[in-house]
């Protein structure tokens, strides 16, 4: 039905960059065949799921969006493609996002932006804007995605589903292509709080092929989203963020976040305001980290072992202008950028800076965190914007991220869901939590849907 789903609707959403027909059926197939062989397969056995096109997988390309990868077919499953393939959860296909998940609006892939199916003359946001259209316009029950500064809870935001992000750690990061390492975490997209810890559950786990991957137990998502769903907050307390509302926030995102934040008190949630202060200068503090890590990640890309190779002569020359038809605009500012904060002489003034106010932020997050459980925030300032309107303002662009990006800095978790529409367009509400406590996203989240 899904496939059929794609067909119909995907040429002109955009939110597939592959699509896995004869071998997401066979996957299917296989799940019953198993299932028949009498092993236990967990409750999505057969329920297929979208995959960001970050993650490697051995039957379809992983492009990344980008056309330095056309085509490229990896050798091996990412940690998270091999979960789903245990768990019985057939893949449909590969989806859409800005170039290596930077972005804001899945505008920077080379292979086209993708509509948002609330109005398609709008962005579904970025960078995963392919798994959220997908969930939206009903071509996936489930997708997989990343978020590095916002990528999975933004999009979320504007097309009505719901994201986590994942405490970092606790999501393996071996065969999802990198972009920035210290930031990067796949999380699970769905349309419904459950839906995400039924799956959030199957690919969150420790994994020896990731040395940033945190060896602990994984709280019971499904448990923590079914007692939320009772709907009783009583005990929980919940911080408004100051610093994230006020100036440049679109009016009816605002009231929309402030009824939900009446919801939540309604619920029995004990809501209070707290300040962060340094939360103002996360932006350009990850604006000098990502690309850093950028920077030195995608040096891999020298077109001698992936991807595409181009131009004549020596190797300096087929590299350079390998880089320079591959690579999108977006990309290549990151990589600019981040080559000069780390080189001598800048290294204390831009990177060191910005390692210093990552430390910040996360004090700020500590000190929150020892007067509430968890903290909200709407998950954008604005509703989802015109295909075009920031395409030529990197800063524009950056800024939309404003909410999402802080709790990547401090290796935290956060979760966006729908808190109804404004002149017919989504809206979110950020859930936050410390670092490990996910399962409190699952409980509010579940508790406020
Ligand atoms: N929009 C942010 C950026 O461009 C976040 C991207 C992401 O989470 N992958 O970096």
């Known amino acids: ?151 999975i809870r933004q999009p979320a935001a504007l097309t009505a589903t719901v994201g986590v992000k994942p405490t970092y750690g606790t999501v393996s990061r071996h065969g999802l292509v990198a972009s920035a390492s210290s930031l990067d975490q796949g999380g699970p997209c769905a349309r419904t709080v459950e839906d995400a810890a039924l799956l959030h559950q199957v690919i969150a786990g420790h994994d020896p092929s990731d040395s940033t991957s945190l060896n602990v137990a994984i709280d019971d998502m499904v448990a923590a989203a079914r007692e939320g769903a009772r709907g009783d907050l009583k005990g929980v307390r919940v911080g408004v963020v100051r610093e994230l509302g006020g100036e440049g926030y679109q009016a009816g995102v605002e009231a929309a976040f402030q009824s939900a934040v009446e919801t939540l008190r309604g619920l029995g949630a004990e809501v209070v305001e707290v300040s962060c202060p340094n939360f103002q200068y996360a932006l350009p503090a990850y604006y000098l980290i990502l690309p850093s890590e950028v920077s030195s990640n995608l040096a891999r890309f020298d077109a001698m072992r992936y991807g595409l190779r181009t131009g004549d002569g020596s190797a300096d020359q087929v590299m350079a202008a390998s880089r320079a038809e591959g690579l999108g605009p977006e990309v290549k500012r990151r990589i600019m950028l981040g080559t000069y904060a780390l080189s001598a002489g800048y290294y204390d003034a831009f990177y060191g800076q910005a390692q210093k106010i990552r430390t910040l932020i996360a004090r700020d997050f500590d000190a929150a965190y020892e007067k509430v459980d968890v903290l909200v925030s709407p998950t954008t300032p604005t509703t989802a914007f015109p295909l075009g309107d920031k395409v030529s303002d990197p800063v524009a662009m950056y800024k939309f991220d404003l909410c999402t990006l802080p709790l990547n800095l401090a290796g935290h978790c956060g979760m966006s869901v729908p808190t109804g529409l404004v002149d017919g367009l989504p809206t979110g509400m950020q859930i936050m939590a410390p670092a490990l406590a996910d399962e409190r996203l699952y409980r509010v989240g579940a508790a406020f849907e």
Request: net charge negative; hydrophobic share 35%; charged share 20%.
């Open 1 to 151: 039905a899904h496939l059929d789903r794609i067909a119909e609707v995907d040429g002109e959403i955009n939110a597939y960059l592959h699509v896995g027909g004869d071998e997401a059926l066979e996957a299917a197939r296989a799940v019953d065949a198993r299932l028949a062989g009498g092993e236990e397969l967990g409750p999505l056995a057969g329920v297929p799921v979208a995959l960001k096109d970050v993650f490697t997988t051995t039957d379809a390309p992983t492009t990344c969006a980008s056309k330095m990868l056309d085509g490229y077919m990896s050798p091996y499953d990412a940690t998270v493609t091999s979960r789903l393939r245990a768990a019985g959860i057939p893949i449909l296909g590969k989806t859409n996002l800005d170039e290596f998940a930077m972005g804001s609006s899945t505008e920077n892939s080379a292979y086209g932006p993708t509509k948002n199916p609330w109005d398609h003359t709008r962005t579904p946001g970025g960078s995963g804007g392919g798994s959220a259209a997908a969930l939206a316009s009903h071509q996936a029950p489930l997708a997989v995605g990343t978020d590095t500064g916002g990528s």
